[in-house]
């Protein structure tokens, strides 16, 4: 394990729980059944190191965080169970992001730069044409 990686998997999920969650009143509303045994903090710090990896496919990432990342998160779930639990906590990880943005310095400039990849357009034959 990076200890890099690490640290920064244990300082985002200390600010998830303290920071992000109790401002949404617990995270998202408790459905039947079973407690899920991942956290959704622990769920977001595994979809974080996932992007950070490089990980695009759910079926590789799984199998490395359930062998590799299995002492932080001994909870990980199957592939589907993981899928699901992403997919429904869509106003979870927007919470998350905005808090994030919050903190950084330039939330409160007046001037905000934006960087983006430059898209091409009026190359249709139409457009070059006039």
Same mark, same amino acid.
């Given at each position: 394990?990076?200890?890099?990686?690490?640290?920064?998997?244990?300082?985002?999920?200390?600010?998830?729980?303290?920071?992000?969650?109790?401002?949404?009143?617990? &995270?998202?509303? @408790?459905?039947p059944g @079973? @407690?899920?045994?991942? &956290?959704?903090?622990?769920?977001?710090?595994?979809?974080?190191?996932?992007?950070?990896?490089?990980?695009?496919?759910?079926?590789?990432?799984?199998?490395?965080? @359930?062998?590799?990342?299995?002492?932080?998160?001994?909870? &990980?779930?199957?592939? &589907?169970?993981y899928n699901?639990?992403?997919?429904?906590?869509?106003?979870?990880?927007?919470?998350?992001?905005?808090?994030?943005?919050?903190?950084?310095?330039?939330?409160?400039?007046?001037?905000?730069l934006v960087?983006?990849?430059?898209?091409?357009?009026?190359?249709?034959?139409?457009?070059?044409?006039?």
């Open positions: 394990m990076n200890p890099k990686l690490n640290t920064l998997l244990t300082t985002l999920y200390v600010f998830l729980t303290d920071r992000v969650l109790p401002d949404l009143g617990m &995270s998202q509303p @408790r459905r @079973r @407690r899920p045994v991942l &956290s959704d903090a622990e769920l977001l710090c595994l979809a974080t190191a996932q992007h950070l990896l490089g990980y695009s496919s759910d079926t590789r990432w799984i199998r490395y965080a @359930r062998t590799h990342l299995r002492h932080m998160f001994p909870g &990980s779930p199957h592939q &589907s169970g699901k639990r992403i997919r429904a906590a869509g106003p979870l990880i927007s919470a998350a992001i905005t808090a994030l943005a919050r903190d950084s310095p330039s939330w409160h400039e007046i001037l905000r960087d983006s990849t430059p898209v091409p357009c009026g190359q249709s034959r139409e457009t070059v044409s006039i």
